[in-house]
């Protein structure tokens, strides 16, 4: 199982799903988007998996840095080119399994199960 967590480095939630990961003995590859940036593809994969909404980080402090116009009325398509020109602005962190949008945001139990699951379908053991 290839393991792939998007976020930013530095972000409380993403050391906490680090740290889970470490606790698991679960092996994963990292991506910095603050740093490599998220190509548009992957940011349209993930809006059709779970809603650009969902997406969309609106509590820090790089969207109430974004002016007003440009925060009233999105779309997909102007969020998705916001989150491509602000990768702070994407939630985090983002798990791709096998190459396929798993998980979004950090949650123990929900990471367990899915992981579980995940590891179910694959045919080995949990």
């Given at each position: 199982?290839?393991?792939?967590?998007y976020?930013?480095?530095?972000?409380?939630?993403?050391?906490?799903a680090f740290?889970?990961?470490?606790?698991?003995?679960?092996a994963y590859?990292?991506?910095?988007?603050?740093k490599?940036?998220?190509?548009?593809?992957?940011?349209?994969?993930?809006?059709?998996?779970?809603?650009?909404?969902?997406?969309?980080?609106?509590?820090?402090?790089?969207?109430?840095?974004?002016?007003?116009?440009?925060?009233?009325?999105?779309?997909?398509?102007?969020a998705?080119?916001?989150?491509?020109?602000c990768?702070?602005?994407?939630?985090?962190?983002i798990?791709?399994i096998?190459?396929?949008?798993?998980?979004?945001?950090?949650?123990a139990?929900?990471?367990?199960?899915?992981?579980?699951?995940?590891?179910?379908?694959s045919?080995n053991?949990?």
């Open positions: 199982m290839q393991i792939t967590v976020g930013i480095k530095n972000c409380d939630t993403m050391k906490k740290a889970w990961l470490n606790e698991q003995g679960m590859q990292f991506h910095d988007y603050k490599s940036g998220v190509p548009t593809a992957l940011l349209a994969q993930w809006a059709a998996r779970w809603g650009w909404e969902a997406l969309l980080k609106k509590t820090g402090t790089t969207w109430r840095k974004i002016p007003e116009t440009e925060r009233l009325d999105l779309d997909e398509a102007r998705l080119l916001l989150l491509n020109a990768p702070s602005l994407i939630r985090r962190p798990v791709m096998d190459g396929e949008a798993a998980l979004a945001g950090f949650a139990d929900g990471w367990m199960q899915a992981l579980r699951q995940r590891t179910q379908e045919g053991p949990s």
